[in-house]
């Protein structure tokens, strides 16, 4: 079967988030949670009775998959970790050969168990070793995860592209000074 490759890869270290059941956490006053299904991400919690509220965040362990960093929006990640860019935006180009090597693919429907919300870790070249990293905050963001390249075998045509692109997210409720 012909699937195609990726062009010059690296790796991108990704932290999925944990969308499981809502566990509370310990600590003091009502139910807390780390997701807020009615919102679609993780919620604010003063963890340390400073007055300000952090974001909740559970991650399931990152994984390290193959990928091709799109040329045009490198420049706004190198930009962003000077700190000289307001919005930096990245797009990732994964195989899904390479997803279902590790398991990253539901065998139920298919779809990529790479979402919106997960976030960029690093990125790293073929044989481990760092490039570039992503500070969070502000970070790096799923904000679409599509299929991008479908049918390159005439006689069985399967889809072989997932297209990631990543962007930093402000919180959503602004602090107050």
């Known amino acids: 079967m012909l699937r195609g490759f990726l062009l010059f890869p690296f790796l991108a270290e990704l932290h999925r988030l944990d969308r499981g059941p809502f566990v509370p956490t310990p600590g003091p006053g009502p139910d807390q949670r780390a997701f807020d299904d009615d919102f679609r991400e993780g919620v604010l919690v003063d963890q340390d009775d400073d007055g300000l509220s952090e974001r909740v965040r559970r991650e ?91 049918g390159l075998d005439p006689l069985r045509p399967t889809r072989n592209l997932l297209l990631l692109t990543l962007g930093d997210r402000s919180p959503a409720v602004p602090r107050l000074a």
Do not use: M, N
Request: charged share 25%; glycine share 10%.
């Open 60 to 150: 399931l362990p990152p994984v390290r998959v193959p990928c091709q960093v799109e040329a045009d929006t490198h420049e706004a990640l190198a930009r962003a970790a000077g700190g000289h860019a307001p919005r930096s935006a990245l797009k990732l180009v994964v195989h899904f050969a390479d997803l279902e090597r590790e398991g990253l693919v539901d065998p139920q429907t298919g779809e990529a168990r790479l979402r919106v919300g997960d976030r960029l870790g690093a990125i790293y070249d073929k044989a481990g070793a760092l490039v570039q990293a992503v500070r969070t905050p502000p970070g790096l963001y799923v904000t679409e995860a599509r299929p991008v390249g479908w």
